[in-house]
């Protein structure tokens, strides 16, 4: 339900909720030692939701500009926690993956991001958060349907 409220709009809850639980994730990540800024842990787990996905791609997807991508990149490929290889399809563009040493630093990343978000979820019974995950996946592909270009707007 709308509100005329503009301090309880939905997509101002949203926003804050969303601005407030990326503020507390990348606290946690700077305390827990990894040796990786928030930026770089945050790319380290978009590359395992998408193995073999080309720079561009991941750029888009984690919305970032491609240079703060590459330097992300540059960082993690140095401490061999990604690989980038030239795309067998088209060879201006670069594909990037997880190289096998990542696992654990990966496994690390989840554990903090996994502790913050169950602090926010703290008071919410089990049923309740499974509900706003299916709610939000659905939000989601609305907002995603109705993009242009997508033929429905």
Same mark, same amino acid.
């Given at each position: 339900?709308?509100?005329?409220?503009?301090?309880?709009?939905?997509?101002?809850?949203?926003?804050?909720?969303?601005?407030?639980?990326?503020?507390?994730?990348?606290?946690?990540?700077?305390?827990?030692?990894?040796?990786?800024?928030?930026?770089?842990?945050?790319?380290?787990?978009?590359?395992?939701? /998408?193995?073999? /996905?080309?720079?561009?791609?991941?750029?888009?997807?984690?919305?970032?500009?491609?240079?703060?991508?590459?330097?992300?990149?540059?960082?993690?490929?140095?401490?061999?926690?990604?690989?980038?290889?030239?795309?067998?399809?088209?060879?201006?563009?670069?594909?990037?993956?997880?190289?096998?040493?990542?696992?654990?630093?990966?496994?690390?990343?989840?554990?903090?991001?996994?502790?913050?978000?169950?602090?926010?979820?703290?008071?919410?019974?089990?049923?309740?958060?499974?509900?706003?995950?299916?709610?939000?996946?659905?939000?989601?592909?609305?907002?995603?349907?109705?993009?242009?270009?997508?033929?429905?707007?």
């Amino acid at each position: 339900m709308l509100t005329n409220r503009p301090e309880e709009t939905f997509g101002l809850l949203l926003a804050d909720g969303a601005r407030l639980l990326r503020l507390r994730i990348d606290r946690a990540l700077e305390e827990a030692g990894l040796g990786l800024t928030p930026g770089e842990a945050r790319t380290l787990a978009y590359v395992a939701l /998408s193995p073999a /996905s080309r720079q561009t791609a991941l750029a888009a997807q984690m919305n970032v500009e491609p240079m703060t991508l590459v330097a992300f990149l540059d960082r993690l490929e140095s401490r061999h926690l990604v690989v980038r290889e030239q795309d067998p399809t088209d060879r201006r563009a670069k594909i990037v993956r997880l190289a096998p040493e990542a696992q654990p630093i990966l496994e690390r990343v989840h554990g903090v991001t996994r502790k913050v978000q169950e602090r926010a979820l703290q008071n919410f019974r089990p049923e309740e958060v499974e509900m706003l995950q299916a709610l939000l996946k659905r939000m989601r592909a609305n907002i995603t349907a109705s993009e242009p270009g997508r033929g429905q707007e």
